[in-house]
């Protein structure tokens, strides 16, 4: 495990990945900026603040072109800049998080588990809020990445 390095208020970026049904991966590049680290657990709790790049591609790799997107699926990726996630300190590594995809649907609590926080900047960084609790992980059939 990475310990956490990076200081609150600074950014890095960010990258998720999703196999949507279709079968191509939609993938996301996101700026995030760290709010806290939380203490215990080499865990940032970050905000996504803008999309920075993003593509989807064939189950073989081939880079789909405009007119090939998933537009739905784009726009619950674009809906996801301002949201809070809580994320391993590795991710700040570049390397992409392969998420299921009932984390971009809102099926799953990832991207919205904070929603009810109100974060002014204020607190201490060793004392971010109590984490709500998280729904299973598990992968749902159908949406395994390979």
């Known amino acids: 495990m990475t310990p956490a390095r990076l200081e609150r208020s600074e950014t890095f970026d960010i990258q998720f ?13 996101f700026t995030a900026r760290v709010i806290s680290h939380i ?11 803008t999309l920075k790049a ?31 996630a809580a994320v391993a300190s590795e991710a700040a590594d570049g390397r992409p998080l392969h998420m299921i995809l009932r984390t971009l649907t809102r099926e799953h609590r990832f991207f919205t588990q904070f929603d009810d926080f109100d974060f002014d900047g204020e ?20 949406n395994e990445l390979s």
């Open 17 to 29: 990945v999703w196999k949507i049904p279709e079968g191509d991966y939609v993938r996301a590049i």
């Open 39 to 49: 203490q215990g657990s080499d865990r940032y709790l970050i905000e996504l603040k």
């Open 54 to 84: 993003g593509r989807q591609e064939s189950p073989e790799g081939a880079i789909r072109s405009p007119g090939e997107l998933s537009r739905d699926y784009w726009r619950l990726v674009g809906e996801l800049i301002g949201r809070r």
């Open 123 to 142: 607190g201490d960084a060793s004392d971010p809020p109590e984490l709500p609790e998280a729904d299973s992980q598990a992968p749902v059939p159908g």
